[in-house]
């Protein structure tokens, strides 16, 4: 049975770091593409970042670009997301997904595997 469990989230004042992490089992992890998702009340999911097999490719929404880094360790079956100079629309759940393909995809649609997702909460 295929596992994604997302960590890391909670309270942060803005301007402030967090990083989630999201540890995957029932998979074989290096074979999968994973990203990260969001989703604030009221809102469509939306895209944050997302990660290649191998690590050596990466995508970012616009929201994330410049502030947020994505990374993985395949040793540990973990990706990681490192967000920094947090504001207060970044307050969501954020999700980890997983997707057998072999390209970055911005689409929630793509993803064969989601994680229950992770609160991630500003303060101003």
């Known amino acids: 049975q295929v596992q994604l469990k997302e960590s890391g989230g909670g309270l942060v004042q803005a301007g402030g770091s967090l990083r989630l992490s999201c540890a995957a089992s029932?998979?074989?992890?290096?074979?999968?593409?994973m990203a990260w998702f969001r989703q604030a009340p009221g809102k469509e999911r939306e895209f944050v970042a997302a990660i290649s097999w191998s690590g050596r490719s990466t995508d970012f929404g616009d929201s994330a670009k410049g502030r947020f880094t994505i990374s993985r360790d395949n040793t540990k079956n973990t990706v990681y997301l490192q967000m920094n100079s947090l504001r207060p629309d970044d307050a969501a759940v954020y999700y980890c997904?997983?997707?057998?393909?072999?390209?970055?995809?911005?689409?929630?649609?793509?993803?064969?595997?989601w994680g229950q997702g992770t609160q991630v909460t500003v303060s101003s």
């Open positions: 997904a997983a997707d057998r393909g072999g390209f970055l995809s911005r689409r929630h649609s793509t993803y064969d595997y």
């Open positions: 029932g998979l074989s992890f290096s074979g999968y593409s």
